[in-house]
């Protein structure tokens, strides 16, 4: 005997993405922010006058990516246990990357998931990390390999917020806003290429265009069985390097600057990428203060660590991979040799 449960449905997980002053945020049941001590400091005065609910909760983490673990994740929802939260409140993430991805982490698992929107502090995780319902944690074998798909209600970018960001944390935003270009608009790198980012308008403009590119991507491939996997240019080199250095040398978007570097040099040797694109998109990096290099020392290691990568399968490695600019190859099939002798050019200072 056969039994049949018949669970076909369409679901409608489409939401807004506000970019501006933050709006007022109206919500009738009970909502949780949770951030760290950096960001509450400087900005949740500002928050809370904007958020009206029938109970509003705080739930402060510890900043730093060594922080995103399974232990804080539990940290997490104890306290939205203790605060009686049920499956109509809302967790408002407001922080930088980490914060979004274990807020949305601890939302998809809190009885059973709860509706949580985005209000990212960062540069990176304006222009990324808030956008299109990754969440998850890391472990000792990789970055983000426990985690789910779920998406916000809604997305709050307000820029005001980056005149408190350090230099080098608005660097490795820039880096995400150079993945996108690369990878999917020859037209808007060659805009990056003319303008400075660090002036308000030209900021603005680059946010708007780096979210635009996430969401289509995202809509095409939500839970990244192909194009959407071509965002992780860059990523799969960088999440080794933070892999390697404990999340405590580099940050996520300096680690994705740096793999942007070793992906062109293998794009080069495959025939993939000129060498003058190439040092096009050093260029650009170099300009906001981002790492360029990264002194493998062991290239078999190194190398090995790449199969922990969640777009490996088996004996596969999956490479993100530049088309000159504006185009990308997502390819499996790159023999070993070839990868090792772009590593070695690594060994030692850097390439």
């Given at each position: 005997m056969t039994i049949s449960i018949n669970l076909k449905r369409i679901i409608d997980d489409s939401y807004p993405i506000h970019i501006g002053p933050l709006?007022?945020?109206?919500?009738?049941?009970?909502?949780?922010?949770?951030?760290?001590?950096?960001?509450?400091?400087?900005?949740?005065?500002?928050?809370?006058?904007?958020?009206?609910?029938?109970?509003?909760?705080?739930?402060?983490?510890?900043?730093?990516?060594?922080?995103?673990?399974?232990?804080?994740?539990?940290?997490?929802?104890?306290?939205?246990?203790?605060?009686?939260?049920?499956?109509?409140?809302?967790?408002?993430?407001?922080?930088?990357?980490?914060?979004?991805?274990?807020?949305?982490?601890?939302?998809?698992?809190?009885?059973?998931?709860?509706d949580f929107i985005q209000i990212p502090t960062t540069l990176l995780s304006q222009v990324d990390a808030s956008v299109g319902g990754k969440t998850g944690v890391n472990n000792r074998f990789g970055k983000n390999l426990i985690g789910a798909f779920h998406q916000p209600r809604a997305v709050y970018i307000d820029p005001s917020f980056l005149k408190t960001l350090p230099s080098r944390e608005f660097g490795a935003g820039v880096a995400e806003i150079v993945k996108m270009a690369v990878t999917f608009n020859a037209s808007f790198f060659e805009w990056l290429e003319e303008n400075d980012l660090r002036e308000e308008a030209n900021l603005q403009y680059a946010i708007q265009m780096a979210v635009e590119t996430k969401a289509r991507v995202v809509e095409e491939d939500e839970k990244e069985q192909g194009l959407r996997a071509a965002l992780n240019y860059g990523h799969t080199f960088g999440h080794v390097i933070e892999n390697e250095t404990k999340y405590e040398s580099y940050l996520h978007g300096e680690s994705v600057a740096i793999g942007m570097v070793m992906a062109n040099a293998l794009a080069c040797e495959l025939g993939y990428m000129s060498a003058e694109d190439a040092e096009r998109v050093k260029n650009i990096l170099a300009r906001y203060d981002l790492p360029l290099t990264y002194p493998i020392a062991d290239v078999e290691k190194f190398y090995q660590t790449f199969f922990l990568d969640k777009k490996s399968a088996d004996s596969a490695i999956t490479f993100i991979l530049p088309r000159g600019i504006g185009g990308v190859e997502i390819t499996d099939t790159i023999d070993a040799a070839t990868v090792k002798k772009i590593l070695t050019t690594f060994q030692g200072t850097g390439a």
């Open positions: 709006p007022e945020i109206t919500f009738g049941g009970k909502a949780v922010i949770l951030t760290n001590p950096n960001v509450a400091g400087l900005h949740l005065n500002s928050v809370l006058s904007k958020l009206s609910a029938k109970e509003v909760y705080i739930v402060t983490i510890p900043d730093g990516e060594h922080y995103k673990t399974l232990e804080t994740i539990e940290f997490i929802l104890d306290r939205m246990f203790d605060h009686r939260l049920n499956r109509k409140s809302l967790l408002v993430a407001f922080g930088g990357g980490v914060i979004g991805d274990m807020g949305g982490f601890a939302a998809s698992l809190y009885n059973r998931g709860i």
